[in-house]
């Protein structure tokens, strides 16, 4: 009984590690990592190679639409070949994706 639980555990483990591993990015000498503001990645990474925004929904009066966010998407192309791409909703990250060029 015990090793299915030992096996259970490690792999749960590795999961929630993989998972962590994915939310941050290494920018000059500090890490990037999802909850972070616009202005904390501004400081740690400098000005992104693009930046794309779209803004929130308003309905036909001109109001903000209840629930409506922000969204910006930004992108950074540092020498090493890797290209990362973060989503912003509401001046929080809440993604980065990242892939080789």
């Not at 999802?34 to 400098?46: A, H, P, R």
């Not at 779209?54 to 001109?62: I, L, N, R, Y």
């Not at 903000?64 to 001046?91: K, M, S």
Request: glycine share 6%.
């Amino acid at each position: 009984m015990k090793h299915p639980l030992c096996v259970l555990t490690l792999l749960a483990s590795v999961l929630a590690s993989t998972s962590l591993f994915g939310a941050t990015m290494r920018c000059n000498d500090s890490i990037v990592a999802t909850g972070e503001s616009t202005q904390d990645v501004l400081d740690k990474c400098g000005a992104p190679s693009s930046q794309a925004t779209d803004s929130p929904h308003v309905d036909e009066d001109g109001y903000v639409v209840r629930g409506a966010a922000t969204v910006e998407h930004w992108t950074y192309t540092p020498a090493g070949g890797i290209t990362y791409q973060l989503r912003f909703l509401d001046d929080r990250l809440v993604e980065i994706r990242s892939r080789r060029n």
